[in-house]
């Protein structure tokens, strides 16, 4: 599944409109329809969220961000060179009793072994 039809799903499911979630999420009720739809209108082309737009969308439906990336397709690219990546890789490294650099090597082993 993409993050778009996972949000879909979800609001669906709970009743919330997409301003609902968005106000959940901290994100703009357009970026969540653009996400939902993934098409970008001034590009024509497919969006592609960044970590901590992940993060937030994990936050809103009372989930983890480790359980939401486990819920995407292998196919979706993720943007994780944003602002606050450190922060987010020391959030998810002391769930799990890693430090920051434990989280940042599992996902490089992780992104060569799909080569």
């Excluded at 409109?17 to 009720?29: C, G, H, P, V």
């Excluded at 969308?57 to 943007?79: P, Q």
């Amino acid at each position: 599944m993409l993050l778009g039809e996972i949000i879909k799903a979800y609001r669906e499911a709970n009743n919330l409109s997409m301003q609902e979630f968005a106000d959940r999420a901290d994100l703009t009720k357009g970026y969540i329809s653009m996400i939902e739809r993934n098409n970008n209108p001034r590009s024509e082309k497919g969006v592609t969220p960044s970590l901590k737009t992940y993060s937030k969308c994990a936050k809103a439906m009372n989930m983890t961000i480790n359980d939401l990336l486990r819920m995407i397709d292998g196919d979706e690219h993720v943007i994780v060179n944003d602002e606050g990546v450190e922060d987010l890789y020391a959030r998810i490294g002391a769930l799990h009793g890693l430090t920051a650099e434990d989280v940042k090597a599992a996902l490089m082993f992780a992104k060569q072994m799909k080569k």
